[in-house]
């Protein structure tokens, strides 16, 4: 029996092994395909996304006030108060905020929404100062090699807001709710008024008899 010729024979290797290496490329890409997409819907994965925790700096560049936590929703950004630090006051609510945002406590409450990535910026958002109740327009663009985040808040255009400077900060330990005050203790009547509304003398703890 004569062995085929070399050439013959790489002919027909190439001829079976061909389309099984075309089938393994094909199941190959469509299993990287979903962690692709994947990857393209969640801002979480972009390495110049915001999504984390800032601690929020008042106007005076200073003072820190809350820590936000900034999160995917889709393809958009969110973020919520769960941090609030040294409040005016104990357990603090939005009572100048409209709809169903009046009188919600202002710890988990939903201050950002509806970001969209444009280019090296996060705009088409919102931002909520539950100070005052009022939203504004806003953007967020982050600096400094991701350690502090622009957030403008502006009504109409961006030249007529206001601009804070959030800083990166550490998953905070929850917060728990503040405790409401305990309800004082009713004082006793003297023996006096006692005797007055039960219509018999009170009797001595001390001495053990009726006085």
């Not at 469509?30 to 390495?47: E, I, T, Y």
């Not at 406590?105 to 950002?112: A, F, K």
């Not at 970001?115 to 100070?131: A, T, V």
Request: net charge positive.
């Amino acid at each position: 029996m004569s062995l085929p010729h070399p050439d013959t024979a790489r002919a027909l290797l190439r001829r079976v092994l061909r389309p099984m290496l075309g089938l393994l490329a094909l199941v190959l890409l469509c299993l990287a395909r979903p962690s692709v997409a994947h990857a393209a819907d969640s801002p979480a994965l972009a390495a110049d996304s915001p999504v984390g925790y800032w601690t929020t700096i008042d106007d005076d560049g200073k003072t820190p006030s809350s820590i936000i936590q900034i999160f995917p929703r889709g393809k958009k950004l969110y973020g919520k108060v769960v941090r609030l630090i040294n409040p005016r006051e104990k357990d603090p609510k939005c009572t100048a905020c409209d709809g169903p945002r009046k009188n919600q406590r202002i710890l988990g409450m939903e201050i950002l929404r509806d970001f969209e990535q444009d280019d090296d910026e996060w705009s088409g958002g919102y931002i909520l100062d539950p100070r005052n109740g009022t939203e504004y327009k806003c953007y967020m663009e982050l600096q400094d090699g991701g350690k502090r985040l622009k957030v403008r808040g502006y009504v109409g255009i961006a030249l007529l807001g206001r601009t804070q400077y959030w800083q990166k900060a550490e998953p905070p330990q929850p917060q728990a709710p503040a405790k409401a005050d305990a309800p004082k203790e009713p004082k006793l009547a003297p023996p006096q008024w006692r005797e007055a509304l039960m219509g018999f003398p009170a009797r001595s703890i001390s001495s053990g008899v009726w006085r």
